[in-house]
């Protein structure tokens, strides 16, 4: 693991999990407007592919990139961070 290079990672919240082996990970980058010094937040998706599929909604976890594994997954789940507290309820049981 010395000689390995260090690969880029990025630290994000599952926001889907529906998809066997694949769940959908969102990653906000703050910034700020260069006219304006307004903070600006910017979300992008992910598709990534968890083997296990441990991760659960409202996950943080950590991703690195691989080959492309299908037409929108170029990126792997490698380890969770935190495990979310969402309550997922059904339509039905609002009412």
Do not use: C, F
Request: proline share 4%.
């Amino acid at each position: 693991m010395e000689n390995q290079k260090k690969r880029k990672s990025l630290v994000g919240e599952v926001i889907s999990h529906k998809m066997d082996k694949t769940a959908t990970v969102a990653i906000e980058q703050v910034s700020h407007h260069p006219l304006y010094h307004k903070t600006v937040r910017r979300v992008i998706k992910y598709q990534a592919h968890d083997e296990k599929n441990e991760a659960g909604l409202g996950d943080v976890v950590r991703l690195i990139p691989v080959r492309p594994l299908s037409k929108e997954k170029r990126w792997k789940v490698v380890e969770i961070i935190s495990k979310g507290e969402v309550a997922e309820v059904k339509p039905q049981e609002i009412a």
